[in-house]
Nanobody, 123 residues
């Protein structure tokens, strides 16, 4: 069993920053990376960021590249998502993901999900 505990969501104004954390526990030894997805009301869950198990490679879609930064502390089994220059369209529930396969942009590669944390960006 794997547990993912997220923290750091909240309400901010456009242009501000926010940092999310995700701490993993349990049987995580087979994971190939950690990452984040988000889902806005009425929309599909979309890929936001991923980092491989070595912590050396990161992946982002164009929508957040240059504004969001993912990092990890493998000793703590924790991933972080630093979000800067936030926009109202970044408003969504953000889900931490533990990957079982290396196609990081696909939700089908995720083995375990966190419970989600709300991020709201006001204009």
């Amino acid at each position: 069993q794997v547990q993912l505990a997220e923290s750091g969501g909240g309400l901010v104004q456009a242009g501000e920053s926010l940092r999310l954390s995700c701490a993993a526990s349990g049987r995580t030894f087979s994971a190939v990376g950690m990452g984040w997805f988000r889902q806005a009301p009425g929309k599909e869950r979309e890929f936001v960021a991923a980092i491989d198990s070595s912590g050396r490679r990161t992946y982002y879609p164009d929508s957040v590249k240059g504004r969001f930064t993912i990092s990890s502390d493998n000793a703590k089994k924790t991933a972080y998502l630093q979000m800067s220059s936030l926009k109202p369209e970044d408003t969504a529930v953000y889900y931490c993901a533990l990957y079982r396969r290396g196609l990081y942009s696909s939700a089908g590669s995720v083995g375990s999900w966190g419970q989600g944390t709300q991020v709201t960006v006001s204009s």
